[in-house]
């Protein structure tokens, strides 16, 4: 048998064609409990989970004492690219997933221009050709019926709705629930996925704005207006809408509006159960990395009963996904915020720390392993309607992580792949170490090294209709699951 370093080194790759073994990994599934098992890989796919010790297919590695779970799939990042490329390009978005254990990227229509129309979304798809690390989905924006049609047939795995507006975002913004409802409706026909940035613009720029009067321009004055009756208000009224219109919808960053934001969504879900959402996995505490942060730590952090909250809704399937919202911006943008708040933008690189920060949970037994692997990869994959992806099973795209439980790791800044060179993780001691990431059964990374960029491809939905959203460990069917429409 040979080691796994052999197999990690030598890119073992779907691409060369061949069979080979994983051998007695403890497989980590979002509807079983762990089991050590042998994983057959066959080119890019998944062939058979067999038991251990067993397999006799080609070149057998040896993963014993690790645990082997699908490669995360992140609902929700900022890669920049095009438009501004000196925050974050593809290649180094991409670059933090890999070695964060992130095997598809699902970046949102802020790039530069705003992608609102077909012309936009194929410039866009077509540009980040040859160039991704790991595999990406595209969302659609904008309000335009006939745009959005366009886009879903182009690829476009859902739209993402912006109820609030900044600058970069005008052409996303839905300004009232009129143009809220017109998508949903467009999208009640196209079954795709609906994301949602809920927000009351008008509110939250009069909260702001009373805020700047009173002389307030603290990190805690502008979380105020991030928690406000503002976002609450939005969110309220978008839950309504859907469930009105019987539309699945997911809410964006649900963790950035804190604990008052999910008692909305427990209430609202209750009544429309394909309701959906996700939170980050909280890491940044209010009481003490908001101090030493300031608006490096914007916009989410957690008081101590909030952490508790959302990593309960996250560990429970209350909340069904970890997405990110990993939206880097350099030092120099931030650093205006260190005297003034509301001159710093919101948001943080998170995607290299995702998996890592859940993982070291899990071992912490605040997460059990069917939760990550669903939080993780199962529901992203469901609610983006992406049948061959979010786990280990035959027929599935050979995604996936080897994690050695008995390691540990320091999150070191300097050595991070985002472009803009800073984390709000830097020094974080965690339990757990991401020994390699696979990509349709290549070796993607190891450790923190790129081992292969450039062999990501565009995935677009498996199907034309909405994907009921399932409960963790849900093993629904996805109708034409065997097809695979693009990459
Ligand atoms: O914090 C955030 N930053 N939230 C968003 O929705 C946008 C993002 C960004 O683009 O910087
Ligand atoms: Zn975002």
């Not at 098992?37 to 067993?54: M, Q």
């Not at 608006?295 to 952490?307: E, G, K, Q």
Request: negative net charge; contains cysteine; aromatic residues 6%.
């Amino acid at each position: 048998m040979r080691s796994l370093d052999e197999a990690i080194n030598a890119g073992q790759s779907g691409a060369d064609g061949g069979r080979w073994v994983i051998r007695g990994g403890r497989l980590l599934s979002a509807d079983a409990e762990p089991v050590v098992v042998d994983l057959v890989i066959d080119g890019e796919r998944v062939a058979a989970v067999e038991p251990a010790g067993t397999a006799d297919a080609g070149p057998v590695f040896d993963a014993a004492g690790l645990d082997i779970a699908p490669g995360a799939i992140d609902l929700h990042v900022h890669l920049r690219d095009p438009g501004q490329t000196h925050k974050e390009t593809v290649e180094t978005g991409t670059a933090a997933a890999a070695a964060g254990g992130t095997t598809l990227v699902c970046d949102m229509p802020s790039t530069q221009p705003q992608v609102t129309t077909v012309d936009r979304y194929v410039a866009k798809r077509d540009a980040w050709t040859g160039r991704a690390a790991v595999d990406y989905a595209l969302w659609a924006g904008g309000t335009d019926p006939d745009q959005l049609r366009g886009m879903a047939a182009a690829g476009a795995v859902g739209v993402k709705i912006y109820m609030a507006t900044s600058p970069g975002f005008d052409q996303l913004y839905s300004p009232d629930d009129t143009a809220v409802r017109r998508v949903l409706r467009v999208s009640a026909e196209l079954g795709w996925a609906v994301s949602v940035h809920a927000g009351d613009q008008a509110a939250s720029d009069a909260h702001r704005a009373e805020l700047i009067r009173a002389g307030r321009r603290t990190p805690a004055d502008v979380l105020a207006v991030t928690r406000g009756p503002g976002n609450l208000a939005g969110l309220r009224s978008v839950l309504t809408a859907a469930t009105d219109l019987r539309q699945p919808v997911h809410l964006a960053h649900l963790s950035a509006y804190g604990t008052a934001a999910l008692d909305e969504f427990v209430r609202a879900r209750a009544e429309f159960p394909r309701l959906t959402a996700e939170s980050c996995f909280p890491a940044l505490s209010e009481e003490e990395d908001l101090p030493r942060l300031g608006v490096y730590a914007l916009p989410t952090v957690f008081s101590a009963a909030a952490r508790d909250r959302f990593v309960d809704a996250i560990a429970d399937g209350t909340i069904d996904a970890i997405a990110t919202d990993h939206a880097p911006h350099t030092r120099d943008e931030k650093d205006p915020g260190r005297h003034d708040a509301w001159a710093a933008p919101p948001g943080y690189p998170a995607l290299e720390t995702s998996l890592p920060l859940a993982y070291d949970a899990l071992l912490a037994g605040r997460l059990d392993p069917r939760r990550f692997v669903d939080a993780l990869a199962g529901a992203p994959a469901r609610i983006l309607g992406l049948a061959r992806k979010g786990r280990i099973a035959p027929g599935c795209d050979a995604d996936l992580v080897l994690l050695d439980p008995a390691g540990s790791w320091r999150v070191d800044e300097s050595t991070m792949h985002s472009l803009v060179g800073w984390s709000p993780l830097h020094g974080r001691e965690l339990r757990g170490r991401l020994v390699a990431t696979y990509l349709r059964g290549r070796s993607i990374a190891r450790g923190g090294d790129i081992m292969y960029p450039g062999g990501g491809q565009f995935v677009r939905r498996s199907t034309g209709r909405a994907v009921a959203a399932g409960g963790p460990g849900s093993t629904e069917k996805v109708p034409g699951a065997a097809e695979r429409r693009s990459s």
